[in-house]
């Protein structure tokens, strides 16, 4: 009798820790496909579809969901998935055990996502069944995106992808020498950022708007060098606001902008992080890039009003050829830098090419790039910022980048 009590509530046991066992360690999305306008999710093992937090997002329309307790299997998992029935489908490893889903249709339609009958390990979303015309924003991003890669890969001879170790054969390979007379129709803006009550940075009793204006000016004696014609932002210690700056290019009919700053972390940090940086603009979701962007931003936009609308004025620039090139001068001005400074110093670090919302770089429809020469919060760094030496290394390497990028635009069909 005992041995069938025991027997029993061993079962019963069973039976309720069969749905814990079931569920409880992270699954893997292994697959992703499209099939009879529905999108068909395959995990590796049994999925509790408990975990799936499904919500809207307007402006466009999205349906997105979060898949919580999962990882993708692979990088291919779920790519270039293409329908008629949406603008885009994206999956992506959004936390470390959270894949997200994001359904882009334009417009409302009801979504009634399903798990199939005795199938644990699948997760069917069905796609509107309306057609859907016209290309997202983040289709147009991925355009760029790949003229970007391909602009990479035609200069990959000389430069590594991510331009941090130059290679030894490109960092003593002089620049080929162009005629003057080519550059003396063109005209460069270089803004020195800050100025007047704006100081911008402050470490070591040595400010931002002294240092990049000291900078600036030996970029406009290279570009003068070079043939260039070159107009300055400001040329004296005077604060400039936000339409001045930005509209500047666009007015004198310059090639290229370029506006000059010096970054700056807390105390904390002050002696860990250090390296220059080429911005171009471009909204992003890194906290490093959004940070810098913001403390720049702050002095940048007083006095402008609440007639600047942030999403409006961005999204006028986010599509276009203008990032593009923006992003080739970006490179071409960073690899220089780098490349100068490591031929005459130890430990220059490379902080890369990166893209951030800077508003200085707002409202001008020429290629406009930001670069942040150091970190003045760094002991060694400012040191060496404030070394003749150092800035003119810095300035001749701005002064090459647009050199370079400006010669190869000429072998482009579109160059203006």
Not at 156 to 179: A, D, G, L, N
Request: glycine share 6%.
């Amino acid at each position: 009798m005992k041995t069938n009590s025991v027997k029993h509530l061993r079962f019963i046991f069973a039976v309720l820790l069969f749905p814990v066992l079931l569920f409880s360690s992270a699954a893997l999305l292994q697959e992703a496909t499209l099939q009879k306008g529905e999108l068909h999710l395959i995990f590796n093992q049994a999925y509790n579809k408990s975990n799936i937090r499904h919500f809207v997002l307007k402006k466009p329309y999205r349906e997105v969901f979060d898949l919580r307790k999962v990882r993708l299997s692979g990088k291919k998992v779920g790519h270039s998935l293409s329908s008629k029935h949406c603008r885009s489908i994206r999956i992506s490893q959004y936390k470390k055990s959270t894949v997200r889903i994001v359904i882009e249709t334009g417009k409302h339609y009801i979504c009634t996502p399903y798990q199939p009958l005795f199938s644990f390990s699948s997760y069917n979303i069905p796609l509107p069944k309306f057609r859907v015309s016209g290309k997202s924003k983040h289709q147009n991003q991925n355009n760029i995106k790949k003229k970007i890669a391909q602009y990479i890969k035609d200069t990959s001879s000389k430069v590594t992808s991510i331009y941090r170790h130059p290679p030894e054969s490109f960092s003593r390979k002089p620049v080929r020498k162009v005629s003057n007379r080519v550059h003396h129709k063109e005209l460069i803006v270089i803004d020195a950022g800050h100025g007047g009550h704006d100081t911008g940075a402050i470490a070591g009793g040595k400010r931002e708007k002294d240092l990049v204006l000291q900078i600036a000016k030996r970029v406009e004696r290279q570009l003068k060098k070079k043939g260039y014609r070159v107009y300055m932002t400001r040329h004296t210690d005077r604060f400039l606001k936000l339409p001045q700056r930005t509209k500047i290019a666009d007015r004198k009919g310059a090639k290229v902008f370029v506006s000059i700053h010096a970054n700056s972390v807390p105390k904390k940090k002050r002696n860990k992080v250090q390296g220059v940086e080429t911005f171009f603009l471009q909204t992003t979701r890194d906290a490093k890039s959004q940070r810098i962007a913001a403390r720049e931003n702050k002095a940048v936009l007083k006095g402008a009003g609440n007639r600047l609308s942030k999403k409006v004025i961005v999204d006028s620039v986010l599509n276009g050829p203008k990032i593009v090139q923006s992003n080739k001068l970006a490179i071409d001005v960073q690899r220089r830098i780098i490349t100068n400074l490591r031929m005459h110093y130890s430990g220059v670090r490379d902080g890369g090419v990166r893209y951030a919302p800077f508003w200085v770089l707002v409202g001008a429809s020429r290629p406009s790039i930001l670069v942040e020469v150091g970190y003045i919060s760094h002991p060694r760094e400012r040191k060496r910022l404030f070394s003749p030496k150092y800035q003119e290394l810095i300035a001749k390497g701005i002064a090459e980048g647009i050199n370079n990028y400006l010669n190869n635009r000429r072998k482009e069909i579109d160059f203006d």
